[in-house]
Each structure stands twice: as structure tokens, then as C-alpha cells.
């Protein structure tokens, strides 16, 4: 899926757009709103309303869902249907981040308390993570395995029952996924593609500025590929370096374990908290530089790495997580 024009929150959109497609929710209605959504498939039968606040009224009957959790109007909106239309079923997909671990910690926790007091008011609140599932629990935050794509998934049990490209086979030591920006470590993975001076690419929405790139003679930047390109172009990677502080949903980790590189932990990722190598977090530049550049001489061992980490994505806790249970 990969990380599409906005990020994770779009690629759960669609998710859920598609999965609810043939279900009961197209007759009744479904109203999936997101700041900056720009568009979804299947808007006609899902009744997607788009990133500005909605000028249309959702029916008695009808269900809602939000995703992501930056929006004030989307706040008021809920508070406003929950009074003066009761019979409007409401959901919240966010993409919580946890305050203790990310530079918009006031955010965060504004974020953590309004989320909290959307559920005493009757609304869902759905995470991956009972890491996160902690954090906003106030007797309606609930498990739920809509941020796995479904097309993931199958690559995922495609790939760990037959061999994926060996290590020697994949023209590139260090591969960035997302968007070339400060919170997902762009700046750090860039400092560790030059002092190491491994073969490195760069998947990215956006272009990021050409000082970047003159600075990283041994970096490609592919930018904006299509949705199919992404896992043909992760196949060609060892190494998998995301340097963000926070990984809510970890779509591009997911998306780049299926495809069979190798994925550091780098930051607070509680997808990863089972998984007992490859916690990276807490090393320096000297030392990030260092592994990457011993991992990278060492096939064998990545082609073992990947198969692990391949595996315990197969039997986490969410492969048996309902999808939007509840609701």
C-alpha cells in the first residue's frame, strides 16, 4: 500500500473503504472524514466527505467514522451528533501517538484526553496496540485489525513460504520509506547515509529539497512511485531505516517486512514490543552507523532477520484481532 499522498491514515481509510464496500454499511451509509483526505475509492457508495468540515448533515441511522485525531471541528462534530442525533453509530480511527515519545507532546496529550472523553459520550475508539489501548482506555477503546491491509497480509504469507530476493540480490544497503520529514527521521537517516556511504534509496512523496540530495552522492530518491512500484522497488533493499520517534500504525514497516527487507526498530513502536532484536532505539549516530554497516556485509544473518521478523508479524495478537468489532 505504502504511504500513498498523506500517510498511514490515508492508507486505513481506504482500507476500511474497501472492506466495507459490499457490507451493510453501503445501504446505510458511511461517512469517513480526515483533514487532509483528499480522496477514496468507492466515495460514491461510501459517502466520503473530504478534508474541509462538512457543509452535509449525516442521516438518523447512518454510521460515522473519523480517522485521525488532529482536527477540532471533527471534535465538535461528534459531540454535536452524539447530542442532537443518537441513533448516528460513531467510530474514531486515530493515529495516536504517545505524548512520552514524540517532540508535540501538548498535542499528543490534548489528544489523549479529548479521545478518552469521546468514549464517555458513547463513541468507539479503535487501536492496534494494547500499548495504546492503555493509554486511551476509558470503556470504549477497543482492538481492531483495520490498519493491517489485507493485500499486506497475503504478502506476508506469500513471502515467508517462499524465498524472497537473497541480501546479495538486492542492489540497495539502506532504504527510507515515507515522508522526508524531522518526525520520521529523515535528517537522521540522511547523516547515516552519508558517513556510512552505502548504496542507499529514498521512497518518498515528495521531493525533498535538492541540498539533500547533493549532500548523499550514493542516494537515490524515487518520488511519488505508484502504488504497485513500492514493494518491487523494497525488494530491491537490505536494509529498512525509518528513524521516527513514533510509529503508530507502522504501515511502512509492515509494508517493507512483507517485501523482504530487514527493520530496525528506531524509535517507539509498539507493534515491535514482542519482537526481541533489532531495538536499535536507543543507539547513537556512531553506533546506528555502525550496525548498519555490519548488518549490511552479512546476508546470511538478514536473510534469517527477515524471516523472523516476517514471522512474528504472522502470529502478532492483531492477526486474530476482529475488524472494527462493535460497530
Known amino acids: 500500500m505504502g504511504f500513498r499522498e498523506i500517510g498511514g491514515i490515508h492508507v486505513v481509510a481506504t482500507e476500511v473503504a474497501h472492506r466495507l464496500r459490499d457490507s451493510q454499511f453501503a445501504s446505510t451509509g458511511l461517512w469517513t472524514l480526515r483533514r487532509t483526505l483528499k480522496s477514496l475509492p468507492h466515495e460514491e457508495k461510501c459517502g466520503v466527505l473530504h478534508g474541509t468540515q462538512p457543509t452535509e448533515?449525516?442521516?438518523?441511522?447512518?454510521?460515522?467514522?473519523?480517522?485521525?485525531?488532529?482536527?477540532?471541528?471533527?471534535?465538535?462534530?461528534?459531540?454535536?451528533?452524539?447530542?442532537?442525533?443518537?441513533?448516528?453509530?460513531?467510530?474514531?480511527?486515530?493515529?495516536?501517538?504517545?505524548p512520552d515519545f514524540v517532540k508535540h507532546r501538548w498535542r499528543a496529550r490534548l489528544a489523549q484526553v479529548v479521545l478518552k472523553m469521546m468514549q464517555r459520550i458513547g463513541i468507539n475508539v479503535y487501536v492496534q496496540t494494547i500499548h495504546e489501548q492503555k493509554l486511551l482506555q476509558a470503556g470504549?477503546?477497543?482492538?481492531?485489525?483495520?490498519?493491517?491491509?489485507?493485500?499486506?497480509?497475503?504478502?506476508l504469507k506469500v513471502e515467508?513460504?517462499?524465498?524472497?530476493?537473497?541480501?546479495?540480490?538486492?542492489?540497495?544497503?539502506?532504504?527510507?520509506?515515507?515522508?522526508?520529514?524531522?518526525?520520521?527521521?529523515?535528517?537522521?537517516f540522511l547523516a547515516v547515509v552519508q558517513e556510512t556511504g552505502l548504496r542507499s534509496?529514498?521512497?518518498?512523496?515528495?521531493?525533498?529539497?535538492?541540498?539533500?540530495?547533493?549532500?548523499?552522492?550514493?542516494?537515490?530518491?524515487?518520488?511519488?512511485?505508484?502504488?504497485?512500484?513500492?514493494?518491487?522497488?523494497?525488494?530491491?533493499?537490505k536494509l529498512v531505516l525509518i528513524p521516527s520517534d513514533y510509529e503508530s500504525l507502522g504501515l511502512a514497516q509492515i509494508e517493507a517486512v512483507a517485501s523482504g527487507c530487514?527493520?530496525?526498530?528506531?524509535?517507539?513502536?509498539?507493534?515491535?514490543?514482542?519482537?526481541?532484536?533489532l531495538h536499535w532505539e536507543t543507539c547513537s549516530r556512531d553506533e546506528l552507523v555502525t550496525s548498519c554497516?555490519?548488518?549490511?556485509?552479512?546476508?546470511?544473518?538478514?536473510?534469517?532477520?527477515?524471516?523472523m521478523q516476517r514471522s512474528y508479524l504472522l502470529q502478532h495478537p492483531m492477526m486474530d484481532t476482529p475488524f472494527l468489532p462493535d460497530f
Open 57 to 98: 448533515r449525516v442521516r438518523p441511522g447512518e454510521h460515522l467514522l473519523l480517522f485521525g485525531c488532529d482536527s477540532a471541528w471533527a471534535y465538535l462534530l461528534a459531540i454535536h451528533i452524539r447530542c442532537f442525533n443518537p441513533s448516528v453509530r460513531i467510530a474514531w480511527l486515530p493515529s495516536f501517538h504517545d
Open 140 to 155: 470504549r477503546c477497543l482492538l481492531s485489525s483495520h490498519a493491517l491491509p489485507l493485500a499486506v497480509l497475503q504478502r
Open 160 to 188: 515467508q513460504a517462499h524465498s524472497c530476493p537473497d541480501a546479495r540480490q538486492r542492489p540497495f544497503d539502506l532504504l527510507f520509506l515515507g515522508r522526508p520529514t524531522e518526525q520520521k527521521g529523515w535528517s537522521r
Open 201 to 237: 534509496a529514498a521512497i518518498v512523496p515528495t521531493s525533498p529539497p535538492s541540498s539533500d540530495i547533493s549532500r548523499s552522492p550514493t542516494l537515490t530518491v524515487v518520488v511519488s512511485p505508484t502504488t504497485n512500484d513500492i514493494p518491487a522497488l523494497l525488494r530491491q533493499a
Open 262 to 277: 530487514v527493520v530496525p526498530i528506531l524509535g517507539r513502536w509498539p507493534l515491535w514490543d514482542q519482537f526481541s532484536l
Open 293 to 307: 554497516l555490519r548488518l549490511s556485509r552479512q546476508p546470511s544473518l538478514l536473510s534469517r532477520l527477515s524471516r
